[in-house]
C-alpha cells in the first residue's frame, strides 16, 4: 500500500522499521519529536505483543502454556480478549491460537517450508480458541495446553494504528497518516495507493480517498515463498492449517477503526467474496474492496470512501453484480 495527498501542502515523511515492517508516519508540520513520540508508541507495543522475541507479555504467557494463567497489563488482556472474540464466531477463519502452525510453517521468516502433513494435523490440536482460558477479574490468560501458543499478527496492527490516532488527536494533529506495512490510518483527508498484487514496481490497481477512517489491506502477495511450483502465503485456513486458498489475492477493510479492519480482512478471506457480500450487507460501519485472482475489484459499498480504478486491465464491479 501506498500513500500521497490531494493538494499541495507541504508534506514530511518519516519511517521507521517496527515489527518487521516499514512504518511510515506523514504530517504537515516538520515535527521530529512528534514523529519520534509516535515511533516510540508502536515500539512499546510491540514490546508487549510480540512473539518474535523470547520475551514479551504475549511470549509470558505461551510460555507458561498448560501450567499456569498469566496475568497481564490491560492493553494486552483487552486484545487477546478481542481476538478471542472474533475467533469464537461461528465459521470464523480467525484464530487467535494459530501461534503453533505460524510458528511452523514459518512464512515471511528465514527458514520456511512447507511441513509435513502429518505436523500440520498435530499442531492444528493445539489452536482451539477455547482453550484460551480469560479470567477478567485476575486480567489472566491461561493457554489450557501445553504447545498452545497466542499470535496477534492478524490484529495487533490494527490496534497499535487506533493507539497512534489517538496519541496523535491528543496532540493536536488534525491531519496525518500513518502506515504499519498494510494497516493505514487517517487524520484529515487522504487519498491512498491500492497495490497492484505480485508485480515488483510500486504499480497501482486503484486509490482510496478517505477522511479519517482506517484503511488496512490484507493480500497474498505480501509474505509467502514458493515450493513445488505453488505459492504459499501467510494467512492460514485455521480449519486445514493450509494457507487459505480461495478467489481472493487482497481485501481492504475501510472503517472508523484500524482494529476491526484488521479482524474483518481475516474474516473475509475466510469467507471469499460471495459470502463475505453477504456478512458485510448488515455491517454499515465495515466496507470492503476485494481484488480477485480474475481481476475484479468488487466494492461491498462506498459510504466512507471514493475509489478509483486505476489499472483497465481490471474490472470493477460491486456486492449487488
Ligand atoms: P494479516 O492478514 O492481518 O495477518 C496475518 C498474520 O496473522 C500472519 O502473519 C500470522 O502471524 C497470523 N495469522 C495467520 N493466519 C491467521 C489466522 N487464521 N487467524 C489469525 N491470525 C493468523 N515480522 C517480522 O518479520 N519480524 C518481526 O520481528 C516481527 N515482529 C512483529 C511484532 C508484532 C507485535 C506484530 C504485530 C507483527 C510483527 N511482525 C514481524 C509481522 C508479523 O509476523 C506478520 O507478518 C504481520 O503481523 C502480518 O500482518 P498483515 O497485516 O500483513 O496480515
Ligand atoms: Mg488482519
Redesign the pocket.
Known amino acids: 500500500m501506498m500513500s500521497g495527498i490531494s493538494g499541495d501542502q507541504r508534506l514530511y515523511s518519516y519511517s521507521a522499521v517496527l515489527?518487521?515492517?516499514p512504518i511510515l508516519l506523514k504530517l504537515f508540520s516538520h515535527d521530529e519529536a512528534l514523529a519520534s513520540r509516535t515511533f516510540q508508541l508502536i515500539k512499546r507495543?510491540?514490546d508487549l505483543?510480540?512473539v518474535?522475541r523470547a520475551h514479551s507479555e504475549v511470549m509470558a504467557i505461551n510460555h507458561a502454556a498448560g501450567r499456569h494463567p498469566v496475568s497481564v497489563t490491560r492493553p494486552v488482556y483487552q486484545l487477546i480478549k478481542c481476538a478471542k472474540a472474533a475467533s469464537m464466531v461461528q465459521e470464523s477463519?480467525?484464530?487467535?491460537a494459530?501461534g503453533p502452525l505460524?510458528k511452523l510453517w514459518r512464512?515471511?521468516?528465514n527458514g520456511h517450508s512447507v511441513p509435513a502433513a502429518t505436523d500440520i494435523a498435530a499442531r492444528l490440536a493445539l489452536t482451539r480458541p477455547q482453550d484460551v482460558i480469560l479470567d477478567d477479574a485476575a486480567g489472566s490468560v491461561f493457554l489450557a495446553r501445553p504447545g498452545m501458543e497466542i499470535?496477534?499478527?492478524?490484529?495487533?496492527?490494527g490496534y497499535i494504528a487506533d493507539r497512534v490516532r489517538d496519541d496523535l488527536q491528543r496532540q493536536g494533529v488534525d491531519a496525518a497518516l500513518i502506515n504499519l506495512?498494510?494497516?493505514v490510518h487517517t487524520l484529515g483527508a487522504w487519498s491512498i495507493g491500492l497495490k497492484k498484487p505480485f508485480v515488483a514496481d510500486n504499480a497501482l490497481v486503484g486509490s482510496i480517498d478517505v477522511v479519517g477512517q482506517s484503511v488496512?489491506t490484507?493480500g497474498i502477495y505480501?509474505?509467502y515463498f514458493e515450493q513445488d511450483g505453488r505459492r504459499w502465503h501467510?494467512?492460514?485456513?485455521?480449519r486445514t492449517g493450509y494457507p487459505l486458498d480461495n478467489e481472493l489475492e487482497s481485501v481492504t477493510i475501510v472503517a472508523d477503526d484500524s482494529l476491526d479492519g484488521?479482524i474483518w480482512?481475516?474474516l473475509i478471506?475466510g469467507l471469499g467474496v460471495e459470502k463475505g457480500c453477504a456478512a458485510l450487507r448488515h455491517r454499515e460501519d465495515i466496507e470492503a474492496i476485494f481484488v480477485t485472482k480474475n481481476r475484479d475489484i468488487i466494492l461491498s459499498s462506498q459510504r466512507r470512501f471514493r475509489f478509483h480504478l486505476l489499472d483497465d486491465s481490471y474490472r470493477l464491479t460491486d456486492c449487488t453484480a
Open positions: 515489527m518487521g515492517s507495543y510491540e505483543f510480540t518474535n477463519a480467525f484464530n487467535l494459530i505460524v512464512i515471511g521468516f499470535d496477534l499478527g492478524a490484529i495487533a496492527k506495512g498494510g494497516n488496512v490484507s505480501e509474505r501467510h494467512i492460514l485456513d485455521p484488521d480482512t481475516t478471506f
